[in-house]
């Protein structure tokens, strides 16, 4: 009886005050409908893919996924953008040491094509916390797709690697930076470990199709980037590299 005093509550109900809203705990937590755009869209580009994409419930699935990002559309828009960077700069004002409102405000600065802003900020999560794996992978990973700041990238993505080695995410990246670094022979080696952890992945098949299209494997880059459009059909990536490899043929 003791210990369920403990729990009993000591204030009558009608004296507490009310649950906060979902507006309320959204505004806490500095929550925009970029975040339901990107949930959703994360989602459903998994679903799209094997062996998902096979499932009897798939096309109804996907579906209702189209509908909610119509939903969410608001979350894509350019033009609600100055609006999203208020609210996360003003919740960083607060706290700037919050990493993880940091991390979210770092990759919708990605998404909305601010790639050195993006990068600037994962700069200050690294000087902070120079052990922190994704800071070092999402530089990489922006930097990776410019030439000119490869060598960068690839720097960034060895930290990541030395954090947590084999990691998965991390190699199609170092792959990347190397194929721009003129370096295709030696993007082989994280590609294809790449693709020993996944081998469905879309994306490290068209990289390794790169790297060979790159050494002049021509025969080689067409199968692999046929495969990549197995996994994902609906890829625009994909097949602008197959249409442009059968072109080619």
């Known amino acids: 009886m003791e210990i369920e005093n403990q ?13 906060p809203s979902l507006e309320d705990c959204a505004r806490a937590l500095s929550l925009t409908s970029w975040d339901d755009f990107r949930m959703t869209r994360t989602m459903r580009g998994r679903l799209v893919q094997a062996p998902f994409n096979s499932q009897s419930v798939h096309d109804a699935k996907d579906q209702r996924l189209v509908q909610e990002l119509n939903a969410h559309a608001t979350g894509n828009d350019p033009a609600a953008f100055p609006v999203f960077q208020q609210i996360f ?22 998404d909305f094509d601010r ?10 999560t690294v000087a902070n916390m120079p052990w922190h794996l994704s800071a070092h992978f999402r530089i990489g990973q922006i930097l990776a797709k410019v030439p000119e700041r490869a060598e960068e990238a690839e720097d960034h993505l060895r930290q990541a690697l030395q954090i947590r080695p084999e990691t998965a995410d991390l190699l199609p990246a170092l792959g990347e930076a190397l194929i721009n670094q003129q370096s295709p022979r030696a993007s082989l080696r ?22 060979h299209l790159e050494l002049n494997e021509r025969e080689k880059a067409l199968q692999l980037t046929e495969l990549a459009a197995e996994q994902a059909p609906e890829d625009p990536a994909v097949q602008s590299a197959l249409n442009s490899l059968k072109a080619d043929h």
């Open 190 to 211: 994280p590609l294809r470990k790449a693709l020993k952890f996944r081998p469905n992945s879309a994306r490290a098949l068209l990289l390794n199709a790169r790297a």
């Open 7 to 19: 729990f009993t509550d000591s204030e009558p109900k009608d004296n507490r005050p009310p649950w």
């Open 89 to 110: 700069e003003q919740a960083l004002a607060e706290d700037s040491n919050e990493y993880f409102l940091r991390d979210r405000y770092d990759r919708m600065l990605a």
């Open 115 to 124: 790639s050195e802003e993006a990068v600037a900020q994962w700069k200050l």
